[in-house]
């Protein structure tokens, strides 16, 4: 049975909608071009409550999230948002996710859709004979995310709040963590909003309406998960399930950075071997032609396949086709300029670094104002 998140009925009747992860979600409002423009000029509210959220708490939290994240839990201030990945033993990345630390003793864990109950178990596997509790809060609370260069505008009174930062408010007498965090490349919040149930829906409602009325007082818009691909694709952002997979690491995937090698973590051990050498590598690339490249299309160099298309779509910034390929790296040695098969015609691209806009103009850490 398909479900539904508990802001469902305050945009069934406005929103072209569409199945994701076993969820009915709001695929656009107005058009994913026009919501992706507004989240990138002025501000746009995104549902995201079909996200896993997992509190974690015990007198050994600590130590079990050290041993199962990438991330050093260890080392992060309470305060902190994390992001980072839950590896297997090949050092495949089961999921990727943020970590908020509450306390030594407590902890919210943000994960994807798709891999929540998958998460759960593997967690509470590895977390035999240790002193920790693992809960599944994703249905006794919402999750809201509003991001653009106005969200600080919309939510000024955590604008001092810094980035991947979270500070715990208060909404109609119920917890909220409020935190500067997204994933769409531009600045914003993360709201997770607690004590809202199916059951029991109104106060999450009425919190979404507010805020859309704000929002829309900017000149921004709701918007819908297709809006949300092409933004975090822009960004540079992965998605786990197309992208990233257990079959791929952190390393394979550019991610380094959110790896703490000097710490023992499952999969750590493939990792130090791979930061020496990776046999393929996930890269941005741009259309040099006409056409918009899919997942699972081949790329191709000097007519031999050379890789795949994990994701891809149509830039609104750029005004071309973009996508994520994971291709070889004795190939990625050679060449910059690939060919992509689409529908049967080759179409030229180039590799391209992450963020494909200027972070000059777009995204957080924009100092001009956007051309658009």
Same mark, same amino acid.
């Given at each position: 049975m398909v479900k539904q998140t508990q802001l469902f009925p305050a945009y069934r009747d406005r929103a072209k909608l569409t199945e994701f992860a076993g969820y009915l979600m709001p695929l656009y409002f107005k058009g994913i071009i026009e919501e992706t423009l507004a989240v990138r000029n002025a501000v746009g509210i995104f549902d995201v409550s079909h996200m896993g959220r997992i509190k974690v708490s015990g007198k050994e939290s600590t130590v079990f999230l050290n041993r199962l994240l990438t991330a050093n839990i260890e080392k992060g201030e309470v305060g902190r948002a994390m992001y980072g990945f839950m590896c297997n033993q090949q050092g495949g990345i089961i999921d990727d996710l943020i970590t908020y630390k509450l306390s030594d003793q407590n902890y919210t864990i943000v994960v %994807?859709?798709?891999?929540?109950?998958?998460?759960?178990?593997?967690?509470?596997?590895?977390?035999?004979?240790?002193?920790?509790?693992?809960?599944? $809060?994703?249905?006794?609370?919402?999750?809201?995310?509003?991001?653009?260069?106005?969200?600080?505008?919309?939510? @000024?009174? /955590?604008? @001092?709040?810094?980035?991947?930062? /979270?500070?715990?408010?208060?909404?109609?007498? %119920?917890?909220?963590?409020?935190? +500067?965090?997204?994933?769409?490349?531009?600045?914003? /919040?993360?709201?997770?909003?607690?004590?809202?149930?199916?059951?029991?829906?109104?106060?999450?409602?009425?919190?979404?309406?507010?805020?859309?009325?704000?929002?829309?007082?900017?000149?921004?818009?709701?918007?819908?998960?297709?809006?949300?691909?092409?933004? +975090?694709?822009?960004?540079?952002?992965?998605?786990?399930?197309?992208?990233?997979?257990?079959?791929?690491?952190?390393?394979?995937?550019?991610?380094?950075?959110?790896?703490?090698?000097?710490?023992?973590?499952?999969?750590?051990?493939?990792?130090?071997?791979?930061?020496?050498?990776?046999? +393929?590598?996930?890269?941005?690339?741009?259309?040099?032609?006409?056409?918009?490249? +899919?997942?699972?299309?081949? $790329?191709?160099?000097?007519? $031999?396949?050379?890789?795949?298309?994990?994701?891809?779509?149509?830039?609104?910034?750029?005004?071309?086709?973009?996508?994520?390929?994971?291709i070889q790296s004795e190939a990625l040695n050679r060449s910059n300029i690939f060919e992509i098969e689409v529908r049967g015609k080759m179409c030229k691209a180039e590799i391209h670094q992450f963020p494909f806009y200027d972070v000059e103009v777009y995204g957080y850490r924009r100092k001009q104002q956007s051309k658009l």
């Open positions: %994807n859709c798709a891999n929540r109950e998958k998460d759960i178990s593997w967690m509470k596997s590895n977390s035999v004979g240790l002193d920790v509790s693992i809960q599944d $809060v994703t249905d006794q609370s919402v999750l809201l995310a509003v991001q653009g260069p106005l969200a600080a505008e919309v939510l @000024d009174r /955590f604008s @001092d709040l810094k980035r991947f930062r /979270f500070t715990m408010a208060n909404y109609d007498g %119920n917890e909220m963590m409020v935190a +500067r965090t997204g994933y769409t490349g531009e600045d914003g /919040f993360e709201l997770m909003l607690e004590g809202v149930t199916h059951a029991n829906p109104d106060m999450g409602l009425r919190f979404y309406s507010e805020l859309v009325e704000r929002i829309i007082r900017r000149g921004g818009s709701e918007a819908g998960l297709g809006a949300r691909d092409t933004l +975090r694709l822009e960004a540079g952002l992965p998605l786990h399930g197309q992208d990233i997979a257990e079959d791929v690491t952190p390393i394979e995937a550019g991610l380094n950075r959110f790896l703490d090698l000097e710490k023992s973590y499952i999969g750590s051990e493939v990792h130090r071997i791979q930061n020496q050498s990776v046999q +393929r590598r996930l890269v941005g690339l741009v259309a040099k032609d006409d056409c918009i490249p +899919r997942a699972h299309h081949k $790329v191709y160099l000097n007519g $031999v396949e050379a890789g795949v298309v994990t994701s891809g779509t149509y830039s609104p910034i750029l005004k071309k086709g973009i996508a994520m390929a994971m």
